[in-house]
């Protein structure tokens, strides 16, 4: 089963950029479809973006035109490259493994540990 890391995140002022990474270890990474989730403290956790191994991409609305997702399933890492951050993106981001591309977090059957998203105004 894959298993996941993420890495990237920090402190960034409002306008900054960061880049997250998750490294998947197990040989069916290139199966699976993955995502990123984001949950602000006292908040759900909400959908960010996602990717097939094919390269199929979607996005939240929040975050279209700032953040790009991207895998590469030969090192078996996807990475979220996040532009033009603002405070209200400051959250806590998963990385997640789904068999289905989807915006749904009950489909996704694999989650990293997280990493801590912090936007300063």
């Known amino acids: 089963q894959v298993q996941l890391v993420e890495s990237g995140g920090g402190l960034v002022q409002a306008g900054g950029s960061l880049r997250l990474s998750c490294a998947a270890s197990g040989r069916t990474f290139g199966s699976y479809a993955m995502g990123w989730f984001r949950q602000a403290p006292g908040k759900e956790r909400d959908f960010v973006a996602a990717?097939?191994?094919?390269?199929?991409?979607i996005y939240a609305d929040s975050v279209k035109g700032r953040f790009t997702i991207s895998r590469d399933n030969a090192k078996n890492t996807v990475t979220l490259q996040m532009n033009s951050l603002k405070p209200e993106d400051t959250a806590v981001y998963s990385c997640a493994a789904a068999s289905l591309l989807s915006r749904v977090p009950s489909l996704y059957k694999i989650w990293g540990q997280g990493t801590q998203v912090t936007v300063s105004s």
């Open positions: 990717i097939t191994s094919g390269d199929t991409e």
